[in-house]
Every structure is written in structure tokens, then in C-alpha cells.
């Protein structure tokens, strides 16, 4: 799209009535009140921890700006530095009505959250708020949603209230994790998130009927600011210097996986999604690479 830039002025942002609503929560685990804090300095994480290979990938600059980019199934969702909203068809970027400052889509649908932390879902080509609030929400589970709050509170919500809630007033049966992190994705059979320190933790043993799973966490090696699960079980990640790592060895006999691979970028990165062999990076200036 020659001349295209994601900087669209015409996005409307929606409200709802009820923006006041907090998250109900339905089941409370007695560890919630517990908190993965930092121990260790996130530079000592770094420098003594992330051991493993380098590759290089060939990576293609998309048209367009993003600041947040989620991709599933073939499809690609993002957000510009105006909250605005885009979908991309074929080699054009689409503007959706409404404004969001995170978007998601996966196997549970299209959410979003606004400045606001009110949570949206696309439902018949229009975006319905959701009860409950939330800073960033992932649909990458099996039919499952999950996100963190203003307070890095972790929560979830299992297949069956994620498929059939229209949005509305209604209460929403959102399971409180213990814990806490600024970032949470889920897959197939695992989820994965980073707390305030940057510290890596994974959840095994989730379904898509108990999305919570184990409710036990296990600390990975390394150090990112943001991280992502796949459709397909793939883990990718960004650490606060801008650099990208894929996670190796993961699947369902072990889904923490083994070892970390530095993936060699001729940008600094802030934000990434994997997808159908592609990796979809946002660099630190808002350009969008896709990556094979």
C-alpha cells in the first residue's frame, strides 16, 4: 500500500456504561496474596543465565507502524502508537473502528483491552466489553483467555465462559492465579509470563477446561520484558535490551523446553509473535519485520 502509514487519525473509540466493573473472582487460591519477586538483579539473569546458540533470521520490513502485534491461524492483529486498531488482508493493512492499547487473537477469538484496562471482545464485526479489567489478555490457549491487571494479578477464564460470553454486564467467572507478572501467553498445553524483574515462569498442565492448571509455577533461566506463546506450542521473547530468543525443546512431554536461541536481528525489538513459520516483529521505533 504505497504511502501507507499505521498513523490513521480516524479510529472512535467505544465506552460502555458499566466501565467500572472490576474482575469477579470465583475461585480464590489460597497463594494468591503470594508474589514471584525478584531475587536476582535481571542483568545477572542475563549475563549468566541466557546460555545458548545465536541464529540468524532473513527478515522482510512490512509497510506500516505498530507498537504491539499479535498473530494466530493466519491471521494478524495490531495496534499503532494512536490506539488505533488494524488487521492485515493479503498485503494491506485494515482499520477496525474502536481504539485498544493491546489486541490478541488465537484459538479463543479477537480480545483487546483500552487505556482504560476495559476488556473487549470482537463479536459479528463489532467489539462488546467484556466485565472485568485487565492491562494485557492473550487468547492463545485451547479456547481459553488470559491476562494480568493493573496490580500484575493473573487471571484466567476457561473455554466454555470464553466461547459463549457476548460481553454485557453480566458477570464473568474469572479464575485468580497465584502469583504475580506484567505479561502472560498461552498455547496448546502450557502458559508463560514475566514479572516485574523480568524473571521467566511457565504454568504446566493446562487445559482448556482448567485454564489455572497446575497452580504451580516453575522458574525458567533467563531474563524478558514481554513473551509469547504460539498457536503451536512455540515460545518467543524479548529481553529489555531489545534482543530476541526463541525457547527450544518445547512440547507437551516438556513444555518448559530446554534451552534458549538468541535469534540475531539487524533491529532492537519490543515486541514479537509467531505464526504458520513467521515471526512478526515490532522494533523499539515501531517498524514491523516479518522474520523466517
Known amino acids: 500500500m504505497s504511502g501507507f502509514s499505521l498513523g490513521s487519525s480516524h479510529s472512535r473509540a467505544f465506552g460502555y456504561k458499566n466501565a467500572s466493573l472490576g474482575l469477579a ?26 546460555v545458548g546458540s545465536s541464529l540468524a533470521l532473513d527478515c522482510q520490513e512490512i509497510d506500516g507502524r505498530l507498537k504491539q502485534i499479535d498473530v494466530s491461524n493466519g491471521q494478524v492483529f495490531g495496534i499503532n502508537s494512536e490506539d488505533s486498531i488494524f488487521t492485515r488482508y493479503g498485503n494491506n493493512w485494515v482499520q477496525l473502528p ?36 485487565l492491562k494485557q489478555i ?9 491476562g494480568v491487571n493493573m496490580l500484575d494479578n493473573i ?29 502472560y501467553s498461552c498455547g496448546p498445553y502450557s502458559c508463560w509470563g514475566v514479572n516485574a524483574a523480568d524473571q521467566i515462569y511457565v504454568m504446566k498442565g493446562v487445559t482448556p477446561d482448567a485454564c489455572m492448571g497446575s497452580k504451580e509455577w516453575q ?12 498457536t503451536d506450542g512455540s515460545v518467543y521473547g524479548v529481553n529489555s535490551a531489545g534482543n530476541v530468543y ?12 530446554t534451552d534458549w536461541t538468541d535469534l540475531a536481528m ?27
Request: with cysteine; aromatic share 6%.
Open 155 to 183: 487471571y484466567c477464564l476457561n473455554r466454555d465462559a470464553t466461547v459463549t460470553t457476548l460481553g454485557g454486564a453480566a458477570s464473568i467467572p474469572w479464575n485468580l492465579l497465584p502469583g504475580a507478572l506484567k505479561y
Open 219 to 230: 522458574q525458567v533461566p533467563g531474563a524478558l520484558s514481554m513473551i509469547e506463546v504460539s
Open 138 to 146: 492473550d487468547a492463545g490457549g485451547n479456547q481459553f483467555v488470559a
Open 246 to 257: 526463541r525457547r527450544d525443546g518445547v512440547s507437551i512431554d516438556k513444555p518448559a523446553g
Open 25 to 50: 473472582v470465583t475461585h480464590q487460591v489460597s497463594l494468591a496474596e503470594i508474589r514471584l519477586t525478584a531475587t536476582m538483579k535481571a542483568s545477572l539473569l542475563v549475563l549468566a543465565l541466557f
Open 266 to 292: 539487524c533491529v532492537k525489538s519490543k515486541h514479537v509473535s509467531y505464526d504458520l513459520g513467521v515471526l512478526w516483529v515490532i522494533s523499539k521505533e515501531d517498524n514491523i519485520l516479518a522474520c523466517r
Open 98 to 133: 474502536g481504539a485498544l492499547k493491546h489486541v490478541t487473537v488465537g484459538p479463543a477469538g479477537v480480545w483487546g483491552v483500552n487505556k482504560n484496562n476495559l476488556i473487549y471482545k470482537l463479536v459479528g464485526g463489532g467489539w462488546e466489553q467484556v466485565q472485568g479489567q
